[in-house]
């Protein structure tokens, strides 16, 4: 992919990009936990967003989506929200312009390999590839977590969507064999060894796309905010969901909706499991962890409602295949993938009943990725 990239550059563009790789990520546990304040176990994936970049001494930035064969120019002036992909490249540029430093023209040639729409965050890879370009290119000193606020800020501001510091921290700061567990209130971080030969991280697609799944993204988030309102009338030190306790929420259940009381409670018995799971994954008890993976589910489709039919059937069905250990929806939901470990002898079989299940009864082959925990955003050539 690299050499084609760099050939395709060389005869749009008439010269020697650099060329930067973006990881896609998985979670393996611990979600919709970062906008709480809460911890999340991420991982950067061997599937990458590839941005190929030199500065052209102009104002303007050109851009060339390959995959899709789109292209697209925007001055560095004045830059504002259009509609579609190309929000992440004007969103990225106008916040680092936002940190007061200064960006010029540029080619750009975008290609890539992890899914769209998959739930792997094929668009935090793309803001944090592109943004660490501009990075390198321009000399612009931005340490690896301001690139990964940037993105975050390019998704809430030029998206629309209020996500969470994880897909993009994951992307900038993967490490091969290692999961991350980042503290999402205090900005501090672990790397977890993530080294099971005998397992694999297996992703199965529900086959459906999770992009029209933003507005309902922001509702759970507000509907997170409207118990820590309620909550903090009793505890004034309460900032988010992080801050509570089972006994506190279950105390003050009654005054809250129902609705707002399930989310409230998924999130705070996800922070929980995940302590747990990092413990353990130290101890090197998958199989705890596989339970703490298919709670986790459960948690996300009944209480936090962010499954859906495909994802339930997926993580339910893993659960019967010999040598799953776990399994469960991963990322914002309402499609994307099933995260499920797997033993590696068992992986052929897991793939063959797994997607000829799920054709039965949907009449869709679901695409299975085996997966290996990578290094985060790099200079690739
Ligand atoms: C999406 C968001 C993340 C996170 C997950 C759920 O991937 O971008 O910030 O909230 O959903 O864990």
Redesign the pocket.
Known sequence: MIKNLQQVFRDRFQKEPLVIGAPGRV?LI??????NNGF?LPGAVDKRIYVAIAPNNTDTVNVYANQFGESFSFSVNGIEPRTGWMNYLLGVSYHIQQKGKQIGGLDVLIDGDIPVGA?M?SS?ALCSGYGFGLNEVFKLGLSRMDLAFIG?KT?HTFVG?K?????QFASLHGREGHVMKLDCRSLEYEYIPFEFPDYKVVLVNSMVSHSLAGSE?NIRRQQCEEGVAILKKHYPDIATLRDVTPEQLLKHQEEMSPVVFDRCSYVVYEKERLLAGCEALKNNDLAKFGQLMYATHEGLSKKYAVSCTELDFLAERAQTIPGVVGARMM???FGGCTINIVNTDAVDNFKQTIQEAFNGLFKKIPDVYVTAIQDGTRVMA
């Open positions: 979670n611990g979600e919709h936990t970062d906008y999340v739930g965050s935090a975050q998704e969507v996500c969470g510091i994880m897909d993204y990322g914002g939901g």
